[in-house]
């Protein structure tokens, strides 16, 4: 199992910036992506980011230029750094883990944080 705690979310004004924190603990040695999602109201769920055990970055196009993923193993800690912040940013940002066998793939989530942009 694979525990996940999600810190940094809050209120920003648009153009600010935030930057999330995901520490992960448990079966760690596991995991081989981790990444950030969010659920807005009334919609689905969807991948914001993600980067692979090697370093590989994914990023949904809403974002590309304006967040930055990155991870530190030594912490077993993933950052999602959100700059330029929009309206349509506003959700609850979810951390998540996946660990990747031949035949099947796990995932983890954290409990969520609420990221509101708004002036």
């Known amino acids: 199992q694979v525990q996940l705690v999600e810190s940094g979310g809050g209120l920003v004004q648009p153009g600010g910036s935030l930057r999330l924190s995901c520490v992960a603990s448990?079966?760690?040695?596991?995991?081989?992506?981790m990444g950030w999602y969010r659920q807005a109201p009334g919609k689905e769920r969807e991948l914001v980011a993600d980067?692979?055990?090697?370093?590989?970055?994914t990023y949904a196009d809403s974002v590309k230029g304006r967040f930055t993923i990155s991870r530190d193993n030594a912490k077993n800690t993933v950052y999602l750094q959100m700059n330029s912040l929009k309206p349509e940013d506003t959700a609850v940002y979810y951390c998540?883990?996946?660990?990747?066998?031949?035949?099947?793939?796990?995932?983890?989530w954290g409990r969520g944080t609420q990221v509101t942009v708004s002036s």
């Open positions: 448990g079966s760690i040695f596991s995991i081989n992506v």
């Open positions: 998540n883990a996946k660990r990747i066998t031949t035949t099947m793939t796990y995932d983890y």
């Open positions: 980067i692979s055990s090697s370093g590989i970055t």
